[in-house]
């Protein structure tokens, strides 16, 4: 473990103080548990964030796909058709 040291307002501190007595713990076990809660919160949102962006660029690469797929078969339908020049 590595100690620190953090500042506060005495607003805040009295409002630390008062909360963490309210729920029976320390300030410094309030404080390191709402510093971890909030980087479990950080890491998860940006998790999301890339589940949505890979799977809005796994769904634009398979428009593209779909549309590169059509227009093959389009020419393939009219290279096929008799008489046309190859």
Do not use: C, N
């Amino acid at each position: 473990m590595i100690a620190t040291t953090v500042r506060f307002d005495a607003d805040t501190w009295t409002r630390l103080g008062a909360r963490s007595e309210q729920l029976g713990i320390a300030k410094a076990k309030y404080i390191h548990d709402a510093t971890l809660a909030r980087l479990a919160g950080h890491e998860t949102a940006e998790q999301l964030a890339g589940a949505v962006i890979d799977r809005l660029v796994r769904e634009r690469f398979g428009d593209l796909i779909r549309t590169v797929v059509r227009r093959l078969q389009r020419t393939e339908l009219l290279l096929a058709r008799p008489g046309t020049r190859r």
